[in-house]
């Protein structure tokens, strides 16, 4: 889909993933994140995710991987075959380097797509509330993938995500 943010708004880009990180609900048990995929060619958004949005424990990041399959017509693990070559995601909340419910964790996914999506943007660093020392980060660099953190939306991303679990 065609976007009206300009190419390289990047705060732009992570408040709409900020604007669908809220739709996902809160649950003590998750964080609600948002994501988007951009072909940063054409400045096209080509998918948008957030927590719990298609069935199962789905994260953000993993509902756009589903979404762009479906589209495709392929295996979300043949991703790299069709994708666009310069490809950035957008994401509240650093993706998850494991998952509890034995799901593959998101930056797994990512990395399978290291050579469409070259660089991560993401709004927080996730909190170790529920994996400590999460190597999500790390584990991009090291597959060639950059990571940068938006500044400014820090403190409502971490308000967003963590809504409904108990203090």
Same mark, same amino acid.
Do not use: W
């Given at each position: %889909?065609?976007?009206?943010?300009?190419?390289?708004?990047? @705060?732009?880009? %992570?408040?709409?993933?900020?604007?669908? +990180? @809220?739709?996902?609900?809160?649950?003590? =048990?998750?964080?609600? $994140?948002?994501?988007?995929?951009?072909?940063? +060619?054409?400045?096209?958004? *080509?998918?948008?995710? &957030?927590?719990?949005?298609?069935?199962?424990?789905?994260?953000?990041?993993?509902?756009?991987?589903?979404?762009?399959?479906?589209? &495709? #017509?392929?295996?979300?693990?043949?991703?790299?075959?069709?994708?666009?070559?310069?490809?950035?995601? &957008?994401?509240?909340?650093?993706?998850?380097?494991? @998952? *509890?419910?034995?799901?593959?964790?998101?930056?797994?996914? $990512?990395? @399978?797509?290291?050579?469409?999506?070259?660089?991560?943007?993401?709004?927080?660093?996730?909190?170790?509330?529920?994996?400590?020392?999460? =190597?999500?980060?790390?584990?991009?660099?090291?597959? #060639?993938?950059?990571?940068?953190?938006?500044? #400014?939306?820090?403190?409502?991303?971490? +308000?967003? +995500?963590?809504?409904?679990?108990?203090?």
């Amino acid at each position: %889909m065609s976007s009206t943010i300009q190419p390289g708004d990047h @705060r732009a880009y %992570m408040e709409l993933a900020l604007d669908l +990180a @809220r739709k996902s609900p809160p649950k003590p =048990t998750n964080y609600r $994140v948002g994501a988007v995929i951009v072909d940063l +060619a054409s400045n096209d958004i *080509l998918a948008t995710g &957030y927590t719990l949005e298609l069935p199962g424990n789905t994260h953000a990041e993993q509902c756009c991987f589903m979404k762009l399959a479906e589209q &495709y #017509g392929i295996p979300e693990e043949r991703l790299d075959e069709v994708l666009p070559s310069a490809l950035a995601l &957008y994401t509240t909340v650093e993706p998850c380097s494991k @998952r *509890l419910s034995e799901n593959l964790p998101c930056v797994e996914r $990512v990395v @399978r797509l290291a050579s469409s999506i070259k660089v991560v943007y993401v709004g927080s660093l996730e909190p170790e509330t529920f994996v400590s020392n999460n =190597t999500g980060k790390q584990t991009l660099q090291d597959a #060639g993938i950059s990571v940068v953190h938006i500044p #400014g939306l820090g403190s409502e991303i971490l +308000a967003v +995500a963590t809504a409904g679990h108990i203090e």
